[in-house]
């Protein structure tokens, strides 16, 4: 049985501009003396690493690499998160989506869409040169504006929809395939793929791509009111990255899922540290273990109460307490007995006859229509 990797920690909402949030050396020192084993680092963050030269030069991921593994920790996946959503943006969302790209494209969506993509598939490259087996990503929206079926949708529109969020995807999933790493979409509110119905949809309108699989956040599905136990054991086979993030859901008289337009501390549905929320976070492991999933458990920090680094102190030891490392042999062997055909078919009150002992051990079991006396 495998082992599931950690604790790793995303670096996103860690950057910053002081020592040692302001480069990835200082902060790889930070994370390491804490009990990080592993890191995520965000690919749009120069402060963390080049794109476009990780995509280029084999000599510049071995260097990043070897910087990271003096002070023990690897790297978990690249995040592509923000460029990723900007492959699929409705209209409606530009101006609040152009902060994710460079300025110089910012009110050009057209030429930033292109950007995206060009930097997905740079990713991919990246990745491989890194020695990684998946990315973690968003796929974009253009359809969450329709999450609410008001007015009523006219037929099709969902289905065409898919049809271009995959016509987008398509070229770039063959780039991950090419490359053997799998992009691993964040199944999150705010993108067409925000649950296993839509991530179902997405898949058969990409032809089942091998390379579109899952990066699980159950904090995603705690404010959706989606079981998220179950969803591991219906798509563990897509799940290839883990977001280890805490929420909680208290709805009132006042705000649910939808929140109001609240402020997070004002809402039903909140993220938070880990250990403050109502994530079964020992049910999620056992089950990945369960289904074999050896991937890394990287914490990613959101919390609208505790300070980002103590909740980064208390991550670390939250997870190394959580993994679960397989047993080699079932709980009552030293209650079984060698394995005897003989004995075992006497348990049963079958016949021991040393001929048809003899057949079955060979792999081959006495049959009445192999007996030549006896015609069909």
Not at 18 to 31: G, S
Not at 92 to 98: G, I, R, W
Not at 214 to 223: E, G, N, Q, R, V
Request: proline share 6%; charged share 25%; with cysteine.
């Amino acid at each position: 049985m495998k082992q599931i990797k950690g604790p790793a920690i995303f670096l996103a909402q860690f950057m910053g501009t002081e020592a040692p949030f302001d480069t990835l050396d200082n902060i790889a020192e930070w994370v390491a003396g804490l009990g990080y084993k592993g890191v995520q680092i965000p690919s749009n963050d120069a402060r963390c690493m080049d794109l476009d030269l990780a995509a280029e030069s084999q000599d510049y991921c071995d260097d990043l690499k070897g910087r990271l593994a003096e002070r023990g920790l690897e790297i978990t996946e690249l995040s592509t998160h923000l460029q990723g959503q900007l492959v699929a943006v409705h209209p409606a969302y530009d101006d609040l989506f152009d902060g994710f790209a460079p300025e110089a494209l910012r009110g050009k969506p057209a030429e930033r869409q292109a950007w995206a993509v060009d930097q997905m598939k740079k990713a991919a490259i990246a990745s491989r040169r890194f020695g990684l087996k998946g990315c973690a990503t968003f796929p974009g929206a253009l359809m969450w504006h329709l999450a609410y079926p008001w007015p009523q949708r006219p037929k099709g529109l969902v289905e065409e929809g898919f049809k271009e969020l995959a016509r987008r995807w398509v070229p770039i999933l063959d780039v991950f395939g090419d490359n053997g790493v799998d992009a691993c979409y964040e199944i999150h509110p705010g993108e067409d793929v925000h649950d296993g119905a839509t991530f179902e949809t997405f898949l058969e309108a990409t032809h089942n791509h091998p390379r579109a699989n899952i990066l699980y956040d159950p904090s995603h599905f705690m404010l959706q009111q989606l079981d998220y136990l179950g969803f591991i054991d219906r798509y563990h086979e897509r799940i290839k990255a883990f977001h280890v993030k805490d929420a909680e859901f208290r709805p009132d008289a006042r705000t649910g899922v939808y929140g109001g337009y609240q402020n997070w501390q004002d809402r039903a549905g909140r993220f938070r540290s880990l250990g403050d929320g109502m994530i079964d976070f020992r049910q999620i492991f056992s089950k990945l273990t369960q289904y074999g999933f050896d991937g890394w458990a990287v914490l990613e920090w959101e919390c609208c109460f505790k300070h980002p680094e103590d909740g980064a102190a208390e991550g670390a030891p939250f997870i190394a307490n959580h993994i679960i490392r397989p047993t080699e042999y079932a709980f009552d062997d030293f209650a079984g007995g060698p394995a005897d055909l003989s004995a075992n078919r006497r348990i049963l009150g079958l016949s021991s006859d040393p001929e048809h002992v003899r057949m079955e051990a060979n792999g081959k079991e006495a049959s009445p229509y192999e007996d030549k006396d006896r015609s069909c």
